[in-house]
């Protein structure tokens, strides 16, 4: 099993920025990709970023691209920049093994327990 334990969220006004924390442990050698996703209130989740364990190739939805930044080392972090209201989300970092798709939440085995991202305009 892969536990993870995010930090840094909390409230920001828009044109802000927030950095997100997500530390990994036990089988860590199984993870292919770590991701973040997000869910609005009354929405889906959706995804926001991922990067591969080996090799920190990244990919971002279209909606953070150029805003947002992810990186790690033995933890990932998401660098959250230009802030916008609509960003308003529990923010939660996952990680899947290899096989399956980064983009799809269903695809990923082992989740943290959220961390709430709000964005005052």
């Known amino acids: 099993q892969v536990q993870l334990v995010e930090s840094g969220g909390g409230l920001v006004q828009a044109g802000g920025s927030l950095r997100l924390s997500c530390a990994a442990s036990?089988?860590?050698?199984?993870?292919?990709?770590m991701g973040w996703f997000r869910q609005p209130p009354g929405k889906e989740r959706e995804f926001v970023a991922a990067?591969?364990?080996?090799?920190s190739s990244a990919y971002y939805a279209d909606s953070v691209k150029g805003r947002f930044t992810i990186s790690r080392d033995n933890t990932v972090f998401l660098q959250m920049n230009s802030l916008k209201p609509e960003d308003t989300a529990v923010y939660y970092c996952?990680?899947?093994?290899?096989?399956?798709?980064?983009?799809?939440?269903?695809?990923?085995?082992?989740w943290g327990q959220g961390t709430q991202v709000t964005v005052s305009s």
């Open positions: 996952a990680t899947k093994g290899y096989g399956g798709n980064y983009y799809y939440p269903r695809d990923y085995n082992y």
């Open positions: 990067i591969t364990w080996r090799g």
């Open positions: 036990g089988r860590i050698g199984s993870i292919y990709h």
